[in-house]
């Protein structure tokens, strides 16, 4: 019998030809990932690149997804990247622009060129190619419009023409539409023998005769049936259509809600324009959550580490300015009691604890509303018992840690200044559930997005309730 480390490949030799590690336990016992590419395949390919050895280098990335050179792209430097570019140029898949994120995108394009760009709108599926064209200035793109072919012009410019984050700017334009009275055997005869069919489909939308979905027939019920049964028959009728204004939050909250595969979208008159699917509703989730961690981080709608110094300084120095404004409230609040302050040392000891657990609880609850709005679970039906659940927890928090830290304080210094310090800790922790659940709920009636300020004015309440019921009340009780 063969001894098992025999029969059990090295654990660092488990990676395919695409670089990537195999479901086996990595080095250390780590899981390892199960997509892009592998450090060790960015370090062979950088080191070829470097020594420009582009055999070795088209050796690395012959057997690459698009997604994983796209991944490799972003991973490597400045000069690398352009190298790499370089070598690939003839050859350039156009499917690796759309994984690629904002900036290193934008660099990858200005080196291949306006016809390299030109020749993938050609080839890529609708959607795909309005998110590589849909920041650049109209005048550069109605020059790349103008050297597509013309059905690739019109149906571009149309997806254009819808605002930005919706589902007409989100879907596909290719999609398979049949009308009720055809078979089973005539749909399959029509798949079969039509070239030019989209690359991957999940349904076929069944419209009437003003070009109106009416049905949805999804492909592995339609396989099942006899050739002779109409669509019309085995056709689902509630078909969620979706206007192609829709905002692409509600597309996303749609198929969450009813865990579709894809949807039709209609233009204002009902008819079928479009299909948008699971994979591109999973691009806008993503974005959408990035978006908003970034935005309550005050970094800026978007996080792209490969972003210029310059621009990285200027997203993030808008709002630190607006942080700098609510410090300054902060501090006047300190000021109006500098003379407590100078008298009972201990309170300067202990301010920060006041300051930090009420700035952390409502931070808290905080991110609960706000992903309850992303999401319509906070709506004013429900927004009141949500206020007082949260406002709740604050003052049981603001209990237990205000009997803890006020007791410590009480032996450490003085049982006074524990008193106070409990007092303070409970108001602050209590305004802090409260307020954390309605400054997103009053931001979000008056149509400010709550994931962009709502931390920021947060932060200044909790702080100046904070301060001033500490100092407040150390001045009326121990002066």
Sequence with gaps: MRDEDDIRAPEADRQDASGRQDAGRAEGGAVPSLYGVSDDLVRRAAGALDEGDAPAVRGLVAELHAADIADLLERLSGDERRSLVELLRDGFDPEILPHLAGNVRDQVIAQLGPRALAEALSVLDSDDAIYLIEDLDDDIQAALLATVPPATRRALEESLAYPEYSAGRLMQRDLIAMPAFWTVGRAIDFLRETPDLPEEFYEIFVVDPRHKPIGAVPLARMLRHPRKVLLRDIMDRDVDAI???????????????????????????????????????????????????????????????????????????????????????????????EATIEQIVALAVLMPIVASMGGNAGTQTLTVAVRAL??????????????????????????????????????????????????????????????????????DRLKVDPAVSAGVFLTAVTDIVGFFAFLGLAQLVLL
């Excluded at 204004?245 to 233009?267: G, I, M």
């Excluded at 709740?392 to 450490?412: K, S």
């Design 243 to 337: 206007s192609a204004s829709v905002d692409q939050e509600e597309v996303a909250r749609l198929f969450r809600h009813y865990s579709l595969a894809s949807a039709p979208v209609v233009d204002d008159q009902g008819r079928l324009i479009g299909v948008i699917t699971f994979d591109d509703v999973v691009d806008v989730i993503q974005e959408e959550a990035e978006e908003d961690m970034a935005l309550m981080a005050g970094v800026g709608s978007e996080v792209d580490v490969n972003a210029g110094l310059v621009r990285a300084v200027r997203q993030r120095m808008a709002w630190l300015g607006v942080n700098l404004g609510t410090a300054l409230m902060v501090s006047s609040v300190i000021a109006l009691f």
């Design 374 to 443: 992303a999401l319509k679970e906070l709506t004013p039906s429900n927004a009141m018992r949500i206020v007082m659940r949260e406002t709740g927890i604050g003052a049981i928090n603001g209990l237990v840690f205000g009997i803890a830290v006020g007791v410590a304080a009480g032996l450490i210094f003085d049982p006074f200044i524990g008193a106070v310090l409990f007092c303070a800790l409970f108001a602050n922790m209590l305004t802090a559930g409260l307020s954390g659940m309605l400054i997103p709920l009053a931001l």
